[in-house]
């Protein structure tokens, strides 16, 4: 292991925790009901994926969080009339997740305010400087799926049980 002055894992996590200050502020502030930054990339993720039938177990998949985790998010956001769940045609077991009106306009409003955060966030920040962030970004996930991995064959112990 390297010897740095700063260890990455509480660099990310005071990060994600200061962008979340800032967005849920935002959020608030244009009088978009509350919602959290997890409840805001679901719908971000609906939102892009409108056209085709998303169930639970994608948001499972994409976000990486456990079934009862997504059953929790899905039902508040149903609760707000951000979503809705209708069954399919070829399976009554299956229901798909979908938008509402209020949940596409919402969307369409955090999105405008994500973008300004985004703008904030790189600014000073070159184009350069960008590319090698997601380069290392890229390779930290990375390394953290080797290790989920490794762990789930049970060949390698993985810190915390990942």
């Not at 380069?135 to 064959?153: C, G, P």
Request: hydrophobic letters at 40%.
């Amino acid at each position: 292991m390297k010897h740095t002055i700063k260890a990455i894992g509480p660099e990310i996590h005071m990060l994600n925790h200061m962008i979340t200050k800032v967005l849920t502020y935002h959020v608030r502030a244009s009088g978009i009901d509350e919602i959290t930054l997890m409840h805001g990339w679901i719908l971000r993720y609906l939102y892009e994926n409108r056209e085709q039938a998303i169930f639970q177990k994608d948001i499972e998949k994409t976000f990486s969080i456990g079934r009862s985790t997504v059953t929790n998010i899905i039902q508040i956001l149903e609760k707000k009339g951000y979503v809705k769940r209708e069954f399919v045609e070829h399976d009554a077991r299956l229901k798909k997740v979908m938008l509402t009106e209020k949940g596409k306009k919402s969307h369409e409003s955090i999105e405008v305010l994500v973008s300004r955060l985004d703008a904030m966030l790189e600014d000073g920040i070159s184009e350069e400087e960008l590319l090698l962030f997601f380069k290392v970004t890229d390779m930290i996930k990375e390394n953290l799926r080797k290790q989920k991995a490794e762990y789930m064959k049970g060949g390698a112990e993985c810190l915390e049980h990942c």
